[in-house]
């Protein structure tokens, strides 16, 4: 949040110019959205950062669920009809749990992804303070 700023302490409002209180809001309005933009990009920065670990999630399942479709349908597959199971039946039932556990990895990336929020809270926050500080003052 910006800091409010104090009038200069040789000169007191009343004995300033209207030209002299214009500059001094338009230095102040700019320092403050100098700060406002500063804080911004630190905020979503650090969300950018959050968002880039849960689409880690979502990369690591669309990877496990394709080296579990390799691996382990031929491997399980194999054994299960060498077990008896016709090749069809056991297809699926390694087909099933597999795409389970990469539905699983998905559903955890995409949850963490809804439940992240991207909206710069801080930065709202702040600005509706500085809102309310120069409604004070004026």
Known sequence: MARPMNPPSDRTTGDRSLGE?????????GDLVREEVALA???LSHKAGAVGKDVGFLAAGGAVVYAGFLALMAAVII????LGV???VSALIVGVVVAAVGAFLVWKGLNNLKHGGL????????LKDDAAWTKQQI
Do not use: H, N, V, Y
């Open 119 to 126: 909206t710069p809270t801080a930065t709202i926050d702040s």
């Open 79 to 82: 054994g299960l009809a060498q």
């Open 41 to 43: 990009k630190t905020e």
């Open 21 to 29: 209180l214009f500059a001094d809001l338009s230095r102040e309005t």
């Open 86 to 88: 016709t090749w069809w």
